[in-house]
């Protein structure tokens, strides 16, 4: 029971740290204010801690600014960002549940597939000579008798 735990909040960290850079990619395409301002928060509060980042971030100060050159005044909402974060991890976390098995299975099958094609020898399929084993038999049983 304690490895389904621990294996839950690693991946609740890994989907929330994925989650956090899915809406940070997409604030960087809209608002440069916005997205420098995520970017800053991220080094005081890493999104791999998980929860912990979301707490900080619903908790953090909403901020307003003015641009002195051109004018335009910014608003930074961390309770709309982190729940953009939430939207995004929730969804990652369906897929992953969806694809999840199917995934495993297929890298179980291409490492076994790799090991058997490295370990077996089919007639007329590979021309590499394998060291033979029967020399070693041979020689250690030369050695036990003496």
């Known amino acids: 029971m304690y490895c389904c735990r621990e294996t839950a909040r690693l991946a609740l960290r890994m989907l929330t740290a994925r989650a956090a850079g899915?809406?940070?990619q997409n604030i960087s395409e809209v608002d440069s204010y916005k997205s420098?301002?995520?970017?800053?928060h991220f080094k005081k509060?890493?999104?791999l801690e998980g929860n912990t980042f979301l707490a900080n971030l619903l908790n953090a100060k909403p901020v307003h600014g003015v641009n002195p050159y051109t004018g335009a005044?910014?608003?930074v909402n961390p309770a709309q960002i982190a729940s953009a974060v939430l939207a995004?991890?929730?969804?990652?976390a369906a897929k992953l549940a969806r694809n999840l098995e199917v995934k495993v299975s297929d890298a179980n099958i291409d490492v076994m597939r790799t090991h058997l094609e490295t370990h077996t020898y089919v007639s007329g399929?590979?021309?590499e000579r394998r060291?033979?084993?029967r020399h070693y038999r041979q020689s250690n049983k030369q050695h036990q008798h003496m």
């Open 88 to 92: 995004t991890r929730e969804a990652l």
């Open 73 to 75: 005044t910014y608003h």
């Open 36 to 40: 420098q301002w995520l970017q800053d």
């Open 131 to 133: 060291p033979s084993y």
């Open 125 to 127: 399929s590979n021309n």
């Open 22 to 24: 899915v809406v940070l």
């Open 45 to 47: 509060n890493p999104p």
